[in-house]
C-alpha cells in the first residue's frame, strides 16, 4: 500500500499500486476420450454458432518517460519531476521552495500515453499564498486538452473526461488507479480546505483519455 500525501494538503487515502492481479483458473486432468462401443454409431454434435471475436485493445503508444505537460484551457506548462515512494510507503511529492512546485509523475504508474492509467500529482496551493501548479483543475471541462511531452521526442495528447471530488476517507482506489486497457491519465489535487484545521480533506481527480 502507498499513501498519496501531498505537502500542505494534510492526510491522504492510502491506494493501492493497482488492480489486483486475478488468480489463474484452475485446470483439471484431461480426461480420457470415451471409447465408443463396438457397432455402435457414433453421433456427431452439430456445430455451435461461431465465436464472437476478441474487441481490439484500444492503440496505445510505447514505454517514454514524461518530461513536461500542458493545459492550455487552464494556462498551465509545467516540467514534470519523477518521483517514487519514501522509506515509510508514502508517496514522494514535489518540494516548494518558495516559488511553487512543478508537477510529479509517479514512477510506479505507466508513462503517459502506455496502457493504463499513469499518475501525476501537483499542488493546490504554494508556500506565501501563492496558487499551486493544479489549482486550475476544478476548471477543467470534458473534451479540454491535455499535452505531454516526452523523452524520445513524442507527445501524448490526452483527452479530459470528467472531473471528481472525493473524500480522503472514501477514496475510490481501484477506479483512480485501478488496470485500464485504454493509455489513461489522473491528475490529482488537492481540495476542500478546512480553515478550522488547516487541512484539504478531499482530493480532486481528473479522468483522461489518449486522443485516438
Not at 37 to 45: C, E, I, L, M, V
Not at 186 to 196: E, K, S, W
Request: net charge negative; charged share 15%.
Amino acid at each position: 500500500m502507498l499513501a498519496l500525501t501531498l505537502t500542505g494538503c494534510g492526510p491522504s487515502p492510502s491506494p493501492d499500486t493497482g488492480a489486483a492481479v486475478p488468480s489463474p483458473s484452475a485446470t483439471s486432468d484431461t480426461a480420457s476420450p470415451a471409447v465408443p462401443q463396438s457397432g455402435a454409431a457414433t453421433a456427431t454434435a452439430p456445430a455451435g454458432p461461431p465465436a464472437a471475436p476478441a474487441a481490439a485493445l484500444p492503440q496505445v503508444m510505447g514505454s517514454s518517460d514524461p518530461v513536461t505537460l500542458s493545459i492550455p484551457s487552464i494556462g498551465v506548462r509545467t516540467d514534470l519531476l519523477h518521483l517514487g515512494l519514501r522509506t515509510n510507503g508514502a508517496l514522494e511529492v514535489p518540494q516548494d521552495t518558495g516559488h511553487g512546485a512543478p508537477a510529479s509523475w509517479y514512477n510506479g504508474s505507466p508513462t503517459p500515453g502506455a496502457r493504463g492509467p499513469a499518475v501525476i500529482l501537483g499542488h493546490v496551493n504554494a508556500l506565501g499564498g501563492a496558487t499551486g501548479v493544479f489549482a486550475g483543475l476544478r476548471d477543467l471541462e470534458p473534451g479540454s486538452e491535455i499535452s505531454i511531452s516526452r523523452a524520445d521526442g513524442s507527445t501524448a495528447e490526452f483527452t479530459v473526461d470528467r472531473g471528481a471530488l472525493y473524500s480522503k476517507n472514501d477514496f475510490p482506489t481501484l477506479e483512480v488507479y485501478g488496470n485500464t486497457d485504454a493509455a489513461e491519465l489522473r491528475l490529482i489535487t488537492c481540495d476542500g480546505y478546512d480553515p478550522a484545521t488547516g487541512l484539504f480533506d478531499d482530493n480532486y481527480v481528473i479522468y483522461a483519455t489518449l486522443t485516438p
